[in-house]
């Protein structure tokens, strides 16, 4: 632990001069030729968007910090205005194409405006937007029936939200109604929102403003990468007992886990880890709670993350992928855990919208019809295998990891020690998009490439990203 401060520490005096020197040094800049000629290797792509006309960059970067929250963060030195997009790909004001390999932070999962998600909302909202789900309408009750039908077990009930957050806050509160306890096991460097029982829930200090938050306990994170017991995801279990035993009376509410965390850096958890912890959550009366926020909807080339595990969850909660785009979120558990929302009055007045879950359906359809989980798996193994011959390439690739198309890369730049390399990370990020990759980043040392793109991703799109990391890397 003490080591993981240190380094934190350490991170944080990184020198303004050296990062300078990452970024502008001539001899680790593309020149413009050599950019142009990588360029014009881009896999072809048969749209051209309509001329923007809109405001510039320039303009739409001076509004924003005159007029929103300073707590928006913008991705690269120089922020992208994106006006259009397509499937796998995002242009920007002068029609430039970028190649999207973050999709919205996992979000876009069926491909930007694809038409198969577009056309059936753009038909809802001409009839109906807002009816209220105190009204009969049959796309809440259509999607519900399409989407209980990809559960396993007694999942039979869903409440729509509008977002991940939302989804989990629901999740906590049902978990503690239910089971009459009031704690929460999470683990460490998982995310799981930022409301009030969320943000207890986020093993993360990035993450937590300094406000109550209490009755969540902190397990020990699984990860095969970082931490203590390397891969043996029974002895990180057993922390999960420890908690258990010594930090509450014996019996909980609940245990939420990311199957992969997304936020924390693309991080699997060690193999064994989640059936063991299930059982020892279960022994407790608690309910077993899969945030399948980032790792659902056939991303990780299952349809869920949890499935990659052999568990079945008590309660299920999703958002991002659920609806390409729109602001829908979801929290499936069994009729019977369901019946604790009818003690009081519980409402949410925008979720099941119409609107949202026509979306939500037509991505479903788009899923099976065009066998997106499938080439999840396909294009991911592939993706994840040229990664990991560009990790014997270069040194300050550390660790390759993910499944499907959840992927992470973390850049250090001591193997042995495993030192961040934070500042070359944003450096690699700056030039990948010169090249036209997009990519995110996590990991409570922002350290790590997150590689979510749309399930539309090809081989020969997974062949650009990695030719454009190998040619940044190598001019650094």
Not at 89 to 110: H, K, M, Q, T, W
Not at 304 to 324: L, Q, R, Y
Not at 331 to 339: H, K, N, Q, R, S
Request: net charge neutral; proline share 5%.
């Amino acid at each position: 632990m003490m080591q993981r401060f240190t380094a934190k520490r350490s991170l944080q005096n990184v020198s303004a001069s050296l990062l300078r020197r990452c970024i502008s040094s001539t001899s680790q800049t593309a020149s413009v030729k050599d950019t142009d000629e990588f360029l014009a290797r881009l896999p072809p792509f048969d749209y051209t968007p309509p001329p923007y006309s809109g405001p510039s960059a320039d303009e739409v970067l001076n509004k924003r910090k005159e007029f929103l929250s300073p707590s928006m963060p913008l991705l690269f030195r120089k922020p992208l205005n994106i006006v259009d997009g397509k499937m796998q790909y995002l242009f920007d004001e002068s029609g430039r194409r970028y190649l999207d390999a973050f999709a919205g932070i996992a979000v876009v999962n069926c491909g930007h405006c694809h038409p198969d998600v577009v056309e059936p909302v753009i038909n809802q909202i001409k009839r109906l937007q807002h009816p209220t789900v105190m009204y009969l309408n049959h796309a809440i009750a259509d999607f519900s029936e399409a989407l209980v039908s990809k559960l396993p077990g007694d999942l039979k009930v869903v409440f729509f939200t509008n977002s991940g957050t939302e989804a989990n806050e629901l999740a906590l509160m049902m978990a503690k109604l239910y089971t009459g306890c009031q704690d929460i096991v999470s683990i460490r460097n998982g995310y799981h929102g930022n409301a009030a029982g969320t943000m207890g829930a986020t093993g993360h200090s990035l993450w937590k403003f300094n406000v109550v938050q209490t009755g969540t306990h902190h397990a020990l994170n699984p990860d095969p990468y970082r931490g203590v017991f390397g891969s043996d995801g029974e002895k990180y279990a057993r922390d999960v007992q420890d908690l258990i035993q010594y930090g509450t009376t014996g019996h909980i509410a609940g245990f939420i886990c990311e199957a992969i965390q997304g936020v924390g850096g693309i991080v699997e958890l060690a193999p064994g880890y989640m059936s063991a912890a299930y059982d020892i959550v279960k022994k407790a009366g608690g309910l077993f709670i899969a945030d399948e926020v980032q790792s659902g909807f056939a991303r990780t080339g299952n349809f869920w993350g949890f499935e990659a595990h052999n568990v079945v969850p008590d309660i299920v909660t999703m958002a991002k992928g659920i609806g390409n785009g729109f602001p829908l979120g979801a929290v499936a558990t069994t009729p019977e855990i369901a019946g604790v929302l009818t003690r009081r009055c519980y409402f949410n007045t925008f979720g099941g919208n119409a609107v949202a879950t026509t979306a939500g359906l037509a991505v479903l359809n788009v899923i099976e019809k065009e066998k997106l989980q499938e080439n999840a798996s396909m294009v991911g193994s592939y993706l994840k295998g040229k990664l990991n011959q560009l990790k014997e390439k270069h040194e300050i690739i550390g660790d390759v990891r993910g499944r499907g198309l959840m992927l992470g890369v973390e850049l250090v730049s001591d193997r042995k020690l495993k030192t961040p390399a934070t500042a070359e990370t944003l450096h690699i990020m700056d030039q990948m998009k010169e090249l036209g990759v997009l990519v995110g980043k996590g990991g409570y040392f922002g350290n790590v490439f997150r590689i979510t793109p749309p399930l539309c991703f090809t081989k020969e799109d997974a062949d650009y990203l990695v030719d454009a990391m190998d040619y940044s890397i190598s001019k650094m």
